[in-house]
């Protein structure tokens, strides 16, 4: 069992920058394929980012690519997600989630395994 904790969700104005944190205390961090993905109100869950156990294969979806950047740390058992020039549409809640999936990082979020109970993220125009 992973348990996941998210954190630095906030409310910001448009052109603003966060920064998400979510840590999976424990040994084996490591070992997970690691992805954040969102949710807005009245909108299904959708993928963000992934990156792969080392850190050194990423997936961006469309709408984040150029703005957001995915990175781990995991010497402290730590995924980010940078959030640069948010929009009023970034607004939903974040969710990070770890899976022992393939190569590259998959956006399907039936692959991964185990998820954080989210933060939220509010952009305002």
């Known amino acids: 069992q992973v348990q996941l904790g998210e954190s630095g969700g906030g409310l910001v104005q448009a052109g603003g920058s966060l920064r998400l944190s979510c840590a999976a205390p424990?040994?084996?961090?490591?070992?997970?394929?690691m992805g954040w993905f969102r949710q807005a109100p009245g909108k299904e869950r959708e993928f963000v980012a992934a990156?792969?156990?080392?850190?050194?294969?990423?997936t961006y979806a469309d709408s984040v690519k150029g703005r957001f950047t995915i990175s781990r740390d995991n010497a402290k058992n730590t995924v980010y997600l940078q959030m640069n020039s948010l929009k009023p549409e970034d607004t939903a809640v974040y969710y990070c989630?770890?899976?022992?999936?393939?190569?590259?990082?998959?956006?399907?979020?039936?692959?991964?395994?185990?998820w954080g109970q989210g933060t939220q993220v509010t952009v305002s125009s």
């Open positions: 989630a770890a899976g022992r999936v393939g190569y590259p990082p998959p956006r399907q979020a039936s692959l991964y395994d185990y």
């Open positions: 424990g040994r084996t961090f490591s070992t997970y394929t």
């Open positions: 990156i792969n156990r080392s850190g050194g294969s990423t």
